[in-house]
């Protein structure tokens, strides 16, 4: 086995235990340059602390997780080094409200990236407008829609040139007028070849986008395959039950 | 009606004593500019040592906090200036006051710094985090500005505290206001100087209390 396998986010048997609850038992989460994973699964099934675990928000109990080849978890890796370069998108955006919309996206380009201020405002123009929302820089999250506080928490994301991007459920908390404005985002990210995997109940926009899909239940992977393949025909019972459950 | 006005609002003596008071003013406002930013970084050391990690630093540091929060001021400033000396400590006047409020005001800034961190949602530490900025920077950056914002209320009504504390320097015989007011008084036999303090205390603080306000006010609409 070569050292450096041909994934960018590589993780296997991850574990995961709060206290005596075992929440992730053995997971294998492999994903592919330009590749966009979808996990679905029931409430409680694990797919946040997953997604946590591949940033180090949440420290494993057991397995491996390399990115880019290099060990996540090991002792001797610069944490903050491989945290720029996975980019995290969360639920509630977690947007920094006493900054503006480009003060937060040029945050950590000036005090991890070490930029200057002209040159991360630049950067960070460049990622507003590549979400949309160039008019919207000197606003406060407070003064912005949910889908345009995603979409500020995504060029947020953007702007440190991530090599791969974490969303969990990045939808979720939004109405659902504003939903595909966030979705429109996540496809021209798709298209532009940026590798994601994102955690979502949209199983149209799963559909439409994956190129993979991960059925989480129980802290396993019970099922996963192309999504055409997982939504059309899912080999397990289930799979087929929790896609019954959530179509209606 | 006379007496009473002679008695307190005499401008003759007033007039007179003008010198002296406003040195004392002078003596009150160099007291506030040393201590308010002793009070405001002693409160964020003993915030930070307070909910550090390691039980061995906070355990100590909740206690001497809850320790200075209850001792009487009064009594911890006598203590320092009059009682080391049997120590062989010796303070002058300023020193052992700079020690009394540090200890005094830090306790207090300190647990109103705590609520201010603790009313940041935890998710914010996790945004900045994930960005690659170290648990120092993330602090500076992100959580101190919005704990400081959710409790500036909190912060100014204390430093309200503060400054009416300093008058207990005159029982140390530091030449602050109410010091000079009450040797003013003490010469002339007369209130009126009192009176005098009583009116730039209130000139100085009056100002911060109505901020307050407004702040308490916008904070909750
Ligand atoms: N910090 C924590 N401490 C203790 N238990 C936790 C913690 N975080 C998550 N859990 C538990 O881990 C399990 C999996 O949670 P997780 O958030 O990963 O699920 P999820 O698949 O994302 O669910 P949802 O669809 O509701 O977001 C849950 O039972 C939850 O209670
Ligand atoms: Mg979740």
């Known amino acids: 086995m070569p050292e450096l396998g041909p994934f960018l986010l590589e993780a296997r048997g991850v574990r995961k235990a709060f206290g005596t609850n075992e929440v992730l038992k053995g997971v294998d989460l492999l994903v592919a340059p330009r590749e966009l994973v979808f996990l679905i699964g029931p409430s409680g099934s694990g797919k946040s602390t997953l997604l946590r675990c591949c940033n180090r928000l949440e420290e494993p109990t057991g397995g491996t997780i390399r990115i880019g080849g290099t060990d996540l978890l090991s002792p001797r890796t610069d944490i903050n080094r491989m945290r720029r370069q996975v980019g995290m998108v969360f639920q509630s955006f977690n947007l920094y409200p006493h900054l503006t919309a480009l003060g937060n996206v040029t945050l950590a380009l000036r005090k991890v990236m070490k930029r ?14 590549r979400v949309g929302l160039a008019e919207k820089a000197a606003s406060y999250p407070g003064e912005l829609s949910g889908g345009q506080q995603q979409r ?10 991530p090599k791969i991007i974490l969303m969990d459920e990045p939808t979720s908390a939004l109405d659902p007028e504003l939903v595909g404005s966030v979705l429109a985002v996540v496809r021209d ?5 940026m590798t994601m995997v994102i955690a979502s109940h949209e199983m149209r926009f799963a559909r439409e986008a994956a190129d993979r899909v991960l059925f989480l239940d129980g802290g396993v992977v019970v099922e996963e395959g192309p999504a055409e393949a997982i939504f059309t025909a899912p080999r397990e019972e289930r799979t087929r039950r929790f896609l019954h459950q959530v179509r209606h | 009606m006379d007496v009473f006005l002679s008695e307190f609002f005499n401008v003759d003596i007033m007039v007179k004593v003008a010198p002296l008071i406003f040195k004392g003013f002078l003596q009150t406002l160099l007291l506030c500019v040393i201590l308010v930013p002793i009070g405001l970084c002693g409160g964020l050391g003993a915030m930070l040592l307070a909910t550090s990690r390691s039980r061995f630093v906070r355990w100590p540091a909740v206690a001497a906090i809850d320790f200075f929060r209850s001792f009487p001021p009064l009594v911890l400033l006598i203590f320092i200036y009059s009682g080391l000396p049997f120590a062989g400590i010796r303070l002058s006047p300023l020193a052992a006051i700079c020690i009394a409020f540090l200890l005094n005001a830090a306790s207090y800034y300190g647990e109103i710094y705590r609520a201010g961190v603790e009313s940041v949602p935890r998710g914010q530490v996790e945004a900045g985090r994930s960005t690659g900025l170290g648990a120092a920077q993330t602090f500076l950056y992100i959580t101190l500005p919005q704990a400081v914002r959710n409790v500036l209320p909190e912060l100014l009504s204390n430093t309200v505290e503060l400054i009416k504390l300093t008058t207990l320097a005159s029982v140390i015989s530091a030449p602050e206001l109410l010091h000079s007011a009450d040797l003013a008084r003490s010469l002339t036999y007369n209130t009126s100087p009192l009176i005098m303090a009583a009116a730039l205390y209130l000139i100085m603080l009056w100002p911060l209390v109505r901020i307050i306000r407004r702040l308490e006010h916008k904070l909750a609409g």
């Open chain 1, 116 to 129: 200057s201020r002209a040159e991360a405002d630049e950067i960070g123009m460049d990622n507003l407008r």
């Open chain 1, 152 to 161: 500020v928490a995504i060029a947020r994301a953007l702007a440190l040139e």
């Open chain 1, 189 to 193: 990210l798709r298209d532009a070849g």
